[in-house]
Nanobody
Framework: QVQLVESGGGLVQAGGSLRLSCAASGSGFSVKAMGWFRQAPGKQRELVASIFADNATHLVPSVQGRFTISRGSAKNTVYLQMNSLKPEDTAVYYC???????????????WGPGTQVTVSS
C-alpha cells in the first residue's frame, strides 16, 4: 500500500506564496508520476501540476509562471511552490501519485487527504 502525507496549506493574502509538500510512504512500488490536483467549492477536481519519473514536468496554463513543481531530496517527495497567489487559487489541494506495485501489470493512483489553501483578496 502507498500512503501520502501532505503539508503546507494555509491562509495567505493575494500575491503571497505557499509551498506544499507531499511524501509517499510504503514499500514495493515504483512511481510513474506525482503531482497535485485541486478542488474549489462547487467545482470539479482539476489537475494543477505533475512531475514524472524522468523529471519532466507539466503545469496547467492557469498556474504557469507562478507555480513550480519539484522533487525533494528524500525519495518520493514532491513540492509545489506557489507564488503570486490569487483568490481563484483557493481550493483543497490533493497530492496524488501514479505507481506500479511490485508484481503488478498496471498503474494505480493514490491520493492524499488534501490540504486547504485559502487566498484572501
Amino acid at each position: 500500500q502507498v500512503q501520502l502525507v501532505e503539508s503546507g496549506g494555509g491562509l495567505v493574502q493575494a500575491g503571497g506564496s505557499l509551498r506544499l509538500s507531499c511524501a509517499a510512504s510504503g514499500s514495493g512500488f515504483s512511481v510513474k508520476a506525482m503531482g497535485w490536483f485541486r478542488q474549489a467549492p462547487g467545482k470539479q477536481r482539476e489537475l494543477v501540476a505533475s512531475i514524472f519519473a524522468d523529471n519532466a514536468t507539466h503545469l496547467v496554463p492557469s498556474v504557469q509562471g507562478r507555480f513550480t513543481i519539484s522533487r525533494g531530496s528524500a525519495k518520493n517527495t514532491v513540492y509545489l511552490q506557489m507564488n503570486s497567489l490569487k483568490p481563484e487559487d483557493t481550493a483543497v489541494y490533493y497530492c496524488y501519485t501514479d505507481v506500479m506495485l511490485s508484481g503488478g501489470s498496471y498503474y494505480t493512483d493514490y491520493w492524499g487527504p488534501g490540504t486547504q489553501v485559502t487566498v484572501s483578496s
